[in-house]
C-alpha cells in the first residue's frame, strides 16, 4: 500500500507544476508579432482562371458551381482595393477541386505571392473553399518575410456577377517568438 501512496504522492508533484507550465505558456501567446490586412483577389475565367478537368456529376459549370470532381487552376492578381483596376501587390495561385455534390465546395491548395511595402515573400496555404461564403484557410508555410508564419486567410466573395470575379482576402498572420527574437 505504501508503494501504491507514493506513486500518487510523485504524481502528484509532477502534475500540478506541469498544469501551472501549461497554463502560464497559454497566456505568454499575447505576445506574437502578428499582422492583419486585407486584398482582393481578380477572377478571370479562361484569363487568369481555367477549369481544366470537368467533373462526374451535379451541378452545370456555372462562376459559382462546378460539377463534382472538377479541377480548376487559377494565378489571379491581388489588389488594394476591389476595384480591378487598383494597384497590384501579389498574386494568388493554385488549384482547387470540386469536392462537394452540389458544386459549391472545392478542396483549395494554394500559394500567395505578396509584394508589398514593407512585406515581401509567399504565404502556402490549404483547406476547404465555399464559393459563395466565407472560407478560412489555414496558412502552412511562408517564405520571404513570411518564413515560420502562421495563421490563416478569410476568403469571402465580393462580387459574383461578371468579369472579373472578386474576393476578399482578410489575413490574420502570427510569428512564433523563435522567429523574430535574435539570439
Do not use: C, R
Given at each position: 500500500?505504501?508503494?501504491l501512496?507514493?506513486?500518487?504522492?510523485?504524481?502528484?508533484?509532477?502534475?500540478?507544476?506541469?498544469?501551472?507550465?501549461?497554463?502560464?505558456?497559454?497566456h505568454?501567446?499575447?505576445?506574437?508579432?502578428?499582422?492583419?490586412?486585407t486584398?482582393?483577389?481578380?477572377?478571370?475565367?479562361?484569363?487568369?482562371a481555367?477549369?481544366v478537368?470537368?467533373?462526374?456529376?451535379?451541378?452545370?459549370?456555372?462562376?459559382?458551381?462546378?460539377?463534382?470532381g472538377?479541377?480548376?487552376v487559377f494565378?489571379?492578381?491581388?489588389?488594394l482595393?476591389?476595384?480591378?483596376?487598383s494597384?497590384l501587390?501579389?498574386?494568388?495561385?493554385?488549384?482547387?477541386?470540386?469536392?462537394?455534390?452540389?458544386?459549391?465546395?472545392?478542396?483549395?491548395?494554394?500559394?500567395?505571392?505578396?509584394?508589398?511595402?514593407?512585406?515581401?515573400?509567399?504565404?502556402?496555404?490549404?483547406g476547404?473553399?465555399?464559393?459563395?461564403?466565407?472560407?478560412n484557410?489555414p496558412?502552412?508555410?511562408?517564405t520571404?518575410d513570411?518564413?515560420?508564419?502562421?495563421?490563416y486567410?478569410?476568403?469571402?466573395?465580393?462580387?459574383?456577377?461578371?468579369?472579373?470575379?472578386?474576393?476578399?482576402?482578410?489575413?490574420?498572420?502570427?510569428?512564433?517568438?523563435?522567429?523574430?527574437?535574435?539570439?
Amino acid at each position: 500500500m505504501a508503494p501504491l501512496m507514493h506513486f500518487f504522492a510523485t504524481l502528484l508533484f509532477v502534475l500540478i507544476p506541469l498544469e501551472a507550465t501549461t497554463h502560464h505558456h497559454h497566456h505568454q501567446q499575447h505576445g506574437l508579432k502578428s499582422l492583419h490586412f486585407t486584398l482582393y483577389q481578380q477572377e478571370t475565367l479562361n484569363k487568369t482562371a481555367y477549369f481544366v478537368i470537368q467533373g462526374v456529376a451535379g451541378p452545370p459549370l456555372s462562376l459559382t458551381t462546378a460539377p463534382f470532381g472538377t479541377m480548376f487552376v487559377f494565378q489571379d492578381p491581388l489588389t488594394l482595393k476591389p476595384n480591378h483596376t487598383s494597384k497590384l501587390v501579389g498574386t494568388s495561385e493554385g488549384s482547387a477541386i470540386t469536392s462537394g455534390l452540389d458544386g459549391l465546395q472545392s478542396i483549395t491548395v494554394g500559394k500567395v505571392t505578396l509584394n508589398l511595402k514593407k512585406h515581401k515573400g509567399s504565404i502556402s496555404i490549404v483547406g476547404v473553399t465555399n464559393n459563395i461564403k466565407p472560407s478560412n484557410h489555414p496558412v502552412v508555410g511562408g517564405t520571404g518575410d513570411f518564413l515560420f508564419v502562421q495563421g490563416y486567410i478569410t476568403s469571402s466573395p465580393v462580387n459574383l456577377v461578371g468579369s472579373p470575379v472578386t474576393y476578399k482576402i482578410e489575413f490574420h498572420l502570427y510569428w512564433p517568438p523563435y522567429a523574430y527574437l535574435k539570439p
